[in-house]
């Protein structure tokens, strides 16, 4: 029997949009602090605050965004995020001091709140279920392709170039993430918004998160707390160790590992579920931490980052995936922004707290110490969902065997 399809039109477009929406947060997030500093003379405190406001309001939005998506549809929703980041990216030639910058990244915030929600809503509907797995891998792959050439785009204009032409790029990957965007059609029972009964209760906790979709979204928010403050001093540990070049090529190898690895890890998780996954990607992910602790040439460097993106690059989707298998069909929208915004929170706390222990051990200790938080990350994703995916798959072998 013939597999459903996964690569349709509708799938590319979504993917498209979600790599450039991801692509333009990664490259205002190396260029925007620079530009505090230089152009509008602001404090290194002060610059900071810059990502700070644009994942508070990301992270306050996405429980609304889940319950818009119930009133109005996802694609409703959906188009009009991409508008407003669209319109976020033009107003970035206007502010002139560090003030009107902080006001226009929340209303950006807000629209990337949106979006993030609204696609990872709209994905989940347009794969197969039976390439859940693999389809999410796939989709997960265009956040980590971000990841590596939203930075490195950045860094690279903003040495050659001026202020105008990097808002210039800005808008422009705004400007094609709409254009995907109109090009997706989603399936006519995901088209309609649900039909939604107002109640008195309507202020509960359950109405703005999917309650089935917060263990493995904490589980997230641990490893990415820890891989947020691996990546934000990544460069400045290479500075120290003399590995300058090296460190221009981390996010290259760590992006062309995922590229490779991909087509085989979201089809294992579709064959032999998360387990089989996600323990032996968390072990990568350790090792590789492990070895960028102790490296002192290019290569140990870049074998840890072709070890972080196979186990992180596998990781996060694979939680991801999880979120959204577990809640119900119609709860998928609040899933996925119940598990961004829980998963945001750790990641946006991360580098804050790493860079204060920074200050009191090098960066090689800190790295050192990571990777053992890594492993103990693995015992808190089987006390919250491990153990109980693998008395799933006791079940399961137990009926097929009867």
Not at 71 to 99: D, E, H, N
Not at 189 to 218: C, D, H, Q, W
Not at 294 to 313: E, P, R
Not at 369 to 378: A, D, Q, T, V
Request: include cysteine; charged fraction near 10%.
């Amino acid at each position: 029997m013939d597999k459903p399809r996964l690569w349709t039109r509708d799938f590319i477009s979504i993917a498209i949009t979600n790599f450039l929406v991801f692509t333009t947060f990664f490259y205002l997030l190396v260029t925007l602090p620079i530009y505090a500093l230089q152009e509008l003379h602001g404090a290194e405190s002060e610059a900071g605050l810059i990502t700070t406001v644009f994942l508070v309001a990301s992270i306050l939005t996405r429980p609304f965004a889940g319950k818009w998506i119930e009133k109005a549809g996802k694609y409703i929703v959906f188009i009009s995020s991409l508008i407003v980041l669209f319109a976020a990216s033009i107003l970035y030639f206007i502010p002139q001091s560090l003030i009107g910058l902080l006001i226009l990244r929340f209303f950006h915030g807000i629209g990337f709140g949106m979006a993030t929600t609204a696609t990872g809503a709209i994905v989940a509907d347009l794969i197969p279920e039976s390439r859940k797995g693999e389809g999410m891998g796939y989709y997960g792959l265009t956040l980590n392709l971000a990841m590596a050439i939203g930075p490195f785009l950045g860094l690279t204009v903003m040495q050659q170039t001026g202020t105008n032409v990097i808002f210039i790029i800005n808008a422009l990957c705004a400007l094609f993430a709409l254009v995907a965007g109109l090009f997706v059609r989603l399936p006519k029972k995901a088209f309609m918004p649900e039909r939604v009964i107002e109640r008195k209760t309507s202020m509960k906790i359950g109405n703005y998160l999917e309650t089935s979709a917060i263990p493995v979204s904490l589980v997230s928010a641990f490893l990415g707390l820890i891989y947020s403050g691996i990546i934000s001093f990544v460069s400045i540990y290479a500075k120290e160790q003399k590995l300058v070049e090296a460190a221009g090529y981390f996010f290259v190898v760590y992006a062309v590992v995922l590229l490779i690895s991909r087509p085989f890890t979201g089809k294992w998780f579709d064959l032999f579920g998360a387990n089989i996954i996600i323990y032996p990607a968390i072990l990568c992910f350790a090792v590789g931490t492990f070895l960028l602790s102790v490296s002192n040439t290019s290569l140990l460097f870049l074998a840890s980052a072709a070890l972080i993106g196979v186990g992180w690059g596998t990781v996060f989707p694979s939680f991801q995936t999880i979120a959204i298998q577990v809640a119900p069909p119609k709860k998928r929208a609040l899933a996925t922004a119940t598990f961004l915004s829980i998963y945001d929170f750790g990641f946006g706390i991360g580098s804050f707290i790493f860079g204060i222990a920074a200050t009191k051990i090098d960066y090689g200790s800190l790295y050192f110490y990571c990777s053992f938080l890594i492993i103990i990350g693995s015992g808190v994703y089987y006390l919250l969902h491990g153990r109980i995916s693998s008395r799933s798959i006791v079940k399961k072998v137990k009926r097929e065997i009867s």
